[in-house]
């Protein structure tokens, strides 16, 4: 088939796909009416803009970062705090579902809007991802996609230890076309405990992205669940940021149903584990420091859960791969 037929046939399938921004402004409003008891700091900007801040001086919590979780994924998903084994070493997960995966998934919660500033000197760089970014990234995923948002207020969630400067708060306004006091930011550390939850909760998207690395058609992709242990805080970054990797890429488990036909499936299957990248088996601190802290020198293909099912729907066949590391989790956690 032509590429542009079928990318025209992509696009015309996904018409009915909601506003993103619209769907997450009810979360939003939640997280600010709730903003006490959930020990959040809510306030505005120099621009006006809405600042939540989950885990920088606020104190968060589990909760603020499930909610977090959620804004990302659009309301179009749920994420739930749950316990497996009691007797597990780490046995309280987040699990996470969309009957909407590739738009709640890569068309929100993915972090893949490059935005930077400065303020006093200081720069600031930062990925920002959740519903503002289909209104105003100029990331070729959404053509891919065939979607962009449309709407009166936008939100934006930032992996950061510090509000966005005023230069970064202008230029998002200017992406979305909004003025900037339409606009919400929603940020938190690494290290904090919402930060923390956010990040594992990226179970499923994870396994999306690499899902489109491997070019598995996403109009295939009806379904789909993951789950990851939520690992201890650490206050260094590196370590924060190791710990939260490893609990997708040695403790993630993701299931996808597909559409497609069941060899498809079995590919996807035995492509998807995190065990098929060459840098697979060291906690990811180390990984990180083998490559002197480029993190573009790791194999991308180490970021996706540890162990998948990939069910077809046409036939019922469901086909696993990977398992959990639970000594690399242990190394890490520990």
């Given at each position: 088939?032509?590429?542009?037929?079928?990318?025209?046939?992509?696009?015309?399938?996904?018409?009915?796909?909601?506003?993103?921004?619209?769907?997450?402004?009810?979360?939003?409003?939640?997280?600010?009416?709730?903003?006490?008891?959930?020990?959040?700091?809510?306030?505005?900007?120099?621009?006006?803009?809405?600042?939540?801040?989950?885990?920088?001086?606020?104190?968060?919590?589990?909760?603020?970062?499930?909610?977090?979780?959620?804004?990302?994924?659009?309301?179009?998903?749920?994420?739930?705090?749950?316990?497996?084994?009691?007797?597990?070493?780490?046995?309280?997960?987040?699990?996470?579902?969309?009957?909407?995966?590739?738009?709640?998934?890569?068309?929100?919660?993915?972090?893949?809007?490059?935005?930077?500033?400065?303020?006093?000197?200081?720069?600031?760089?930062?990925?920002?991802?959740?519903?503002?970014?289909?209104?105003?990234?100029?990331?070729?995923?959404?053509?891919?996609?065939?979607?962009?948002?449309?709407?009166?207020?936008?939100?934006?969630?930032?992996?950061?230890?510090?509000?966005?400067?005023?230069?970064?708060?202008?230029?998002?306004?200017?992406?979305?076309?909004?003025?900037?006091?339409?606009?919400?930011?929603?940020?938190?550390?690494?290290?904090?405990?919402?930060?923390?939850?956010?990040?594992?909760?990226?179970?499923?998207?994870?396994?999306?992205?690499?899902?489109?690395?491997?070019?598995y058609p996403l109009e295939h992709i009806i379904d789909g669940i993951a789950t990851a242990p939520i690992p201890p805080p650490a206050p260094d970054f590196i370590a924060a940021m190791g710990r939260t990797n490893d609990a997708i890429i040695y403790g993630g488990r993701a299931q996808l149903?597909?559409?497609?036909?069941?060899?498809?499936?079995?590919?996807?299957?035995?492509?998807?584990?995190?065990?098929?990248?060459?840098?697979?088996?060291?906690?990811?601190?180390?990984?990180?420091?083998?490559?002197?802290?480029?993190?573009?020198?790791?194999?991308?293909?180490?970021?996706?859960?540890?162990?998948?099912?990939?069910?077809?729907?046409?036939?019922?066949?469901?086909?696993?791969?990977?398992?959990?590391?639970?000594?690399?989790?242990?190394?890490?956690?520990?």
């Amino acid at each position: 088939m032509d590429k542009a037929v079928k990318q025209k046939e992509i696009e015309s399938s996904r018409t009915d796909w909601p506003s993103v921004n619209t769907k997450a402004a009810p979360l939003v409003k939640a997280l600010i009416d709730d903003a006490e008891a959930l020990r959040v700091d809510v306030s505005k900007g120099p621009l006006g803009e809405c600042r939540i801040d989950c885990g920088v001086r606020a104190i968060g919590g589990l909760e603020a970062g499930r909610r977090m979780a959620e804004i990302c994924l659009a309301g179009l998903g749920r994420v739930t705090l749950e316990t497996t084994n009691p007797d597990s070493a780490w046995p309280f997960m987040v699990t996470v579902h969309t009957s909407q995966p590739v738009l709640a998934c890569l068309g929100s919660q993915y972090a893949g809007w490059s935005l930077s500033g400065e303020e006093n000197g200081k720069k600031y760089y930062v990925l920002g991802s959740g519903p503002a970014r289909a209104m105003g990234s100029s990331e070729k995923l959404f053509d891919e996609l065939g979607y962009r948002d449309e709407a009166s207020s936008a939100v934006l969630v930032l992996e950061a230890d510090n509000p966005p400067p005023k230069a970064l708060v202008k230029q998002v306004a200017d992406a979305c076309k909004l003025p900037p006091d339409r606009l919400t930011f929603i940020y938190a550390p690494t290290s904090s405990l919402a930060g923390n939850v956010q990040i594992a909760a990226r179970c499923l998207e994870v396994a999306l992205h690499k899902t489109h690395e491997l070019h598995y058609p996403l109009e295939h992709i009806i379904d789909g669940i993951a789950t990851a242990p939520i690992p201890p805080p650490a206050p260094d970054f590196i370590a924060a940021m190791g710990r939260t990797n490893d609990a997708i890429i040695y403790g993630g488990r993701a299931q996808l149903y597909v559409s497609g036909d069941a060899k498809a499936a079995k590919k996807l299957a035995d492509e998807l584990p995190s065990l098929k990248s060459k840098d697979y088996g060291k906690p990811f601190a180390d990984i990180f420091a083998a490559v002197k802290g480029d993190f573009y020198a790791i194999d991308r293909m180490l970021f996706s859960p540890a162990k998948v099912t990939v069910t077809a729907l046409k036939t019922g066949e469901s086909f696993e791969a990977g398992h959990i590391d639970t000594a690399v989790l242990s190394r890490s956690f520990s």
